[in-house]
């Protein structure tokens, strides 16, 4: 039974505990056993915090016996990145700085996903302060990738990524602010969600860079993103950048047809540097995609390695602005990787900083007008190139460490300049058995369209059911 | 000659704001930096910018409109 469950996507789940086919109870102890197995191997869990979590699923199982439910995520079993704030309970953020000290407040994200019936069973590890491609983490172990340990899971939710993909925890939440959500999903060969910036409220959450910043899940499939972006969406008094734009019916709309929509495939910038493996797992899924009655159109993009470069001076200004104090009295408790980065953006002029702000608004009307005048979706790899191992990306480890750790994030980060949301999701997997990733980009707040695409294209195919051997 | 420079305004501009970063942090951070603003400085060409930052949400507003 507890091997069944596990293998459930987080929708199922949620169903069968309505159902009460499964209680609270046996879904949790079957997520705390793949947890506790797949720990020693992969290094994905930071804590796990089981007799309050076990507490919490008798509670549930006893609401249930009395026909009270909580909400559409009734006692389904979740870990997160450990950058979400919890009252009296401290968060790491990946680092040694933050140190034990309990957190007085308690995330929007988190109350909300309370508020919904989910349980949280754990935290996640992440790159130190959520400043990493990679998945490394020099203070507690990097995370290693479930298809291959040897790899990397990519960063920064990479626990999120890892935990997901070996069916340890059914969702987790990420954080995305240059490809932090879609890399690891691409890499680990889940579905993650990057938001439009303002649709969830960042309040609680450990910020890097306030104008790129976004949260979001990490999940089984499209439909599973759907039902928790459903349940964390919305207006947010703690948030002033969280949006009122109105909050779809995610899950409601995911069933509507596909047939007729126009899917953009680039003919420039996310051509470049592509490997061929990649290249024909893309290829393949295009044809998917076609055979659902969507219509491929090719579009050419407006600079796009403009936005790239903006959108790492915005970050690069805003974390070592954020990090400023740490810097000047704890430096050596930063590992030197992720020092070296805060310090460049120490020395970034400020007038570029000012320019990649002022080029924003030209940037997105430049590529609104060249892509969604034509299509309603835009198709892409998430990036080009199969994924390093771990020591190729270890800093010192090889002299193309500046090029590969460009080549992680050059296809991502240009959508969080622009603000766009953006659904990473499996395509197929390459000889050596690691999986690959595209992503389907979308209008602001358009989030319910690609989840929808996302959708059609995962009940074509099975990419997203396959597992890793662990 | 530039890369040397680009050292030394690393390392001074670290320690105006009371950063203590050795010379070697100087070496390593200088020619990403370069590198990012040569390459800043030829992207941006294809664009106007605008006189002020307008901020995401009015972006998203006039793009809708």
């Known amino acids: ?470 | 000659m530039m890369g040397q420079a680009t050292e030394k305004y690393v390392a001074e501009v670290l320690a105006l704001q009371g950063v203590m970063s050795s010379e070697d942090a100087a070496k390593a951070i200088a020619p990403a930096l370069s590198a990012q603003l040569a390459t800043a400085a030829g992207a941006y060409a294809s664009l106007p910018f605008e006189s002020e930052p307008s901020g995401f949400a009015a972006v998203v507003a006039r793009e809708k409109a």
């Open chain 1, 1 to 470: 039974m507890a091997g069944e469950l596990n293998a459930l996507g987080l929708v199922e789940v949620a169903a069968k505990i309505r159902s009460r086919d499964a209680s609270c109870v046996e879904v949790l102890d079957a997520v705390l056993a793949r947890a506790k197995a797949v720990q020693p191997k992969l290094n994905a869990f930071l804590r796990i915090d089981e007799d309050l979590a076990r507490e919490q699923a008798k509670l549930y199982d006893a609401e249930t016996s009395k026909r009270r439910r909580r909400g559409p995520l009734h006692g389904v079993p979740l870990a997160h990145k450990d950058m979400y704030y919890r009252e009296g309970v401290p968060s790491s953020c990946g680092s040694k700085i933050k140190g034990d000290e309990p957190e007085k407040t308690t995330a929007t994200a988190l109350k909300r996903l309370d508020a919904a019936g989910a349980i949280q069973f754990g935290v996640l590890n992440m790159a130190e302060f959520a400043y990493g491609p990679t998945g490394h983490n020099w203070h507690f172990g990097h995370v290693r990738n479930p298809w291959n340990p040897a790899h990397i899971t990519g960063g920064s939710s990479s626990g999120s990524g890892a935990a997901v993909a070996a069916r340890a925890s059914f969702a987790a939440l990420g954080s995305d602010t240059g490809a932090s959500i879609r890399l690891p999903a691409a890499l680990c060969g889940v579905t993650g969600l990057k938001v439009t910036y303002g649709r969830i409220s960042r309040a609680g959450a450990m910020p890097l860079s306030f104008s790129m910043d976004t949260i979001g899940p990490l999940a089984r499939s499209a439909a599973d993103c759907a039902a928790l972006l459903a349940a964390m969406a919305g207006p947010d008094p703690a948030d002033p950048t969280a949006s009122g734009e109105a909050v779809p019916d995610y899950l409601g709309r995911l069933a509507l047809p596909v047939k007729g929509l126009r899917v953009g495939v680039p003919l420039n910038y996310f051509t470049e540097d592509v490997d061929p493996g990649v290249g024909a797992a893309l290829t393949e899924s295009l044809k998917a995609i076609e055979s659902l009655g969507c219509e491929i159109v090719p579009v050419t993009l407006p600079e796009m390695a403009a936005a790239d470069i903006a959108g790492a001076h915005l970050i690069a200004a805003e974390a070592a602005a954020y990090h400023g104090e740490w810097l000047r009295t704890r430096p050596q408790d930063y590992s030197p990787q992720v020092r070296a980065r805060l310090e460049r953006g120490l020395a970034l002029p400020a007038t570029k900083y000012i320019d990649a702000l002022r080029y924003r608004g030209p940037a997105l009307e430049a590529f609104t007008k060249a892509v969604f005048a034509k299509v309603d979706v835009l198709h892409a790899p998430c990036l080009p190139i199969p994924t390093p191992t771990i020591a190729e990306t270890d800093i010192g480890g090889s002299p193309a460490i500046d090029r590969t750790l460009m080549l992680l994030t050059k296809f991502m980060r240009p959508f969080n300049y622009l603000g766009l949301p953006s659904l990473a999701l499996p395509c197929g997997f390459l000889a050596s058995g690691l999986p690959v990733g595209m992503q389907l980009v979308g209008r602001p707040f358009g989030e319910d369209l690609i989840l929808r695409v996302g959708h059609a294209f995962q009940r074509a195919t099975e990419w997203h059911r396959r597992e890793p051997t662990l």
